[in-house]
Nanobody
Framework: QVQLVESGGGLVQAGGSLRLSCQAS????????MGWYRQAPGKQRELVAV???????NYADSVKGRFTISRDNAKNTVYLHMNSLKPEDTAVYFC??????????WGQGTQVTVSS
């Protein structure tokens, strides 16, 4: 059983910064992609950023230049550094982890609220 524990969400003013963390634990041989998605009220879940096992990254256009995704393979942890936050970044953020030989796992979600 694989578990994901997220942390780092909260309330911040526009222009501020937050860092999200997500650590995977359990029976994990190897991890493929790790990433972050978000879902705002009344909207579909959308990709924010993803990082491959080799370190290649992909970002949503709306966060390019403001957000940075990184990972620590030794700790099975993925991070999302969010700078210059905007009210439209307000959402529940979910981490995802693709485990080799298993399936994609999702975190429980962490709320990020950006006030104007």
């Amino acid at each position: 059983q694989v578990q994901l524990v997220e942390s780092g969400g909260g309330l911040v003013q526009a222009g501020g910064s937050l860092r999200l963390s997500c650590q995977a634990s359990g029976i994990i041989f190897s991890i493929n992609d790790m990433g972050w998605y978000r879902q705002a009220p009344g909207k579909q879940r959308e990709l924010v950023a993803v990082i491959s096992s080799g370190g290649s990254t992909n970002y949503a256009d709306s966060v390019k230049g403001r957000f940075t995704i990184s990972r620590d393979n030794a700790k099975n942890t993925v991070y999302l550094h969010m700078n210059s936050l905007k009210p439209e970044d307000t959402a529940v953020y979910f981490c995802m982890v693709g485990v080799v030989g298993s399936r994609t796992y999702w975190g429980q979600g962490t709320q990020v609220t950006v006030s104007s």
